[in-house]
């Protein structure tokens, strides 16, 4: 089953209708759905995001089908695919996990590690495996699918505005859909609700500069330049397929290809280290093509360097694609 919310072409329904989908691509609103299977939830299930998350994580199996079913029952007519918006609430925390990985950038300036953080990096059993770095999303960040992302001019401190470069990484973006504090490592994967995928795009001239400070609050919270979505893909028991495989391209080129299980750090792993500050249902952890080892099999351009008139795609089985087009200020 897929979760989403769309403007959807229908004089019944309200912009950001949560609505609820098959692998068919069938799509039905929430609150329909859940009525025709005979469900009974809380008020809020089918107009708050975070709560229809939270009621979905709970359902049984047999609930499931029920809600399968009712979905072809009360699919709604329209001639179009609709038009998503971003499946995030305006109050959740989006995380960027990040990191330095000398298997796909060995060319990083190490400028601004400080010889204590070095020294930890090179005592660890792996080198290859650095402490774990988050970067937090503002949700004036995220954008919805199919967005025209306007590439700003940034005022800097120390002199003339910036225009560039931008940079972007494809990112798996896991969805949390049970609270978590501080679970451990064995069950963290119990508290994910599903999968979507998300654009990371940010200034790189700023954000080399926010690097000698560790940072990067600016140069990765430009105002809509954070595409997420199509839907998020409700996951079915506790394990993510090592073998999903992950492609950016821009135009009709490939520039980024990548597995989970190339991830430098487990899923897992992550989702209990960022529990310290306590997760909540509808809360994202995107994990992208920085922290993939590369395996040879296809090109891992991390970051790619993207620029007005580009038309960018993310896809992965199951999850849909994500698409956004390079424009100008106007």
Not at 5 to 19: D, E, H, K, M, N
Not at 82 to 88: A, E, N
Not at 90 to 95: I, S
Not at 297 to 302: C, F, S
Request: aromatic share 6%.
């Amino acid at each position: 089953m897929r979760l989403a919310t769309a403007a959807v072409p229908s004089p019944v329904l309200r912009r950001q209708t949560i609505i609820i989908g098959n692998d068919d691509d069938a799509w039905a609103p929430l609150a329909a759905t859940l009525e025709q299977s005979g469900i009974v939830a809380p008020s809020d299930t089918a107009s708050a995001l975070p709560a229809a998350i939270a009621f979905l994580s709970g359902l049984r199996a047999g609930a499931r089908r029920k809600v399968e079913t009712a979905i072809a029952a009360n699919a709604f007519d329209i001639k179009n695919t609709p038009s998503f918006t971003r499946p995030v609430d305006d109050r959740a925390k989006v995380m960027v996990v990040g990191g330095w990985n000398p298997v796909s950038r060995p060319d990083l300036e190490l400028d601004h590690v400080t010889p204590h953080v070095m020294a930890r990096w090179m005592d660890a059993e792996d080198f290859r495996r650095p402490p774990i770095t988050v970067f937090k999303k503002f949700p004036s960040a995220i954008a919805d699918p199919e967005s025209e992302l306007i590439l700003p001019r940034i005022n800097l401190v120390q002199g003339a505005p910036s225009e560039g470069p931008f940079e972007a990484d494809a990112t798996l973006a896991v969805v949390i859909g049970k609270p978590a504090l501080r679970v451990p490592v064995r069950s963290a994967l119990r508290h994910v609700f599903g999968l979507s995928l998300m654009l990371d795009v940010w200034n790189s001239e700023i954000f080399l500069e926010e690097s000698r400070v560790r940072r990067g609050m600016l140069s990765k919270n430009l105002s809509n330049l954070t595409p997420l979505g199509p839907w998020i893909e409700i996951q079915e028991g506790s394990s993510i397929d090592n073998e999903l495989e992950i492609i950016l391209r821009i135009g009709r080129k490939i520039r980024q290809r990548f597995r989970v299980g190339e991830f430098a750090y487990r899923i897992a792993e992550v989702i209990s280290f960022c529990s310290s500050v306590g997760l909540e249902p509808g809360d994202v952890i995107a994990f992208g093509a920085r922290i993939a080892r590369g395996t040879g099999k296809g090109p891992l351009e991390t970051p790619t360097g993207i620029a007005p008139g580009d038309r960018i795609e993310i896809s992965a089985t199951g999850l849909g694609t994500l698409r956004s087009t390079v424009a100008t200020n106007p």
